[in-house]
Nanobody
Framework: QVQLVESGGGLVQAGGSLRLSCAAS????????IGWFRQAPGKERDIVTT?????????YYADSVKGRFTISRDNAKNTVYLQMNNLKPEDTAVYYC???????????????????WGQGTQVTVSS
């Protein structure tokens, strides 16, 4: 069983930055695929970024966040981070981290492939 707890969301002005954290327990993140998703009101939950350290650790980023968001990991804290810079109002959403523990290679891009989810953290970007 894996528990994921997100934190770091909040209200920020456009152009600002936030860093989200996803703290994991029950499994090391060294060999776990982690994805960040987001869901805006009335919309589907979409992939933001994912990284599979079993496959070399090159992250996938959605086009909408490339160059602005960065995923990283702190092994000692068993925590994954999502650094979000140059935030835009369209980034407003609930952000979720998720874990795929099935040892797949390649990118895990759909929510249905993830086994465990955090509770989500709200990010609101004002214009």
């Amino acid at each position: 069983q894996v528990q994921l707890v997100e934190s770091g969301g909040g209200l920020v002005q456009a152009g600002g930055s936030l860093r989200l954290s996803c703290a994991a327990s029950g499994r090391t993140l060294r060999t776990t695929t982690i994805g960040w998703f987001r869901q805006a009101p009335g919309k589907e939950r979409d992939i933001v970024t994912t990284i599979n350290w079993r496959s070399g650790g090159v992250p996938y980023y959605a086009d909408s966040v490339k160059g602005r968001f960065t995923i990283s990991r702190d092994n000692a804290k068993n925590t994954v981070y999502l650094q979000m810079n140059n935030l835009k109002p369209e980034d407003t959403a609930v952000y979720y981290c998720a874990a795929d523990v099935r040892g797949r290679y390649g990118y895990t891009l759909t929510e249905y492939e993830y086994d465990y989810w955090g509770q989500g953290t709200q990010v609101t970007v004002s214009s």
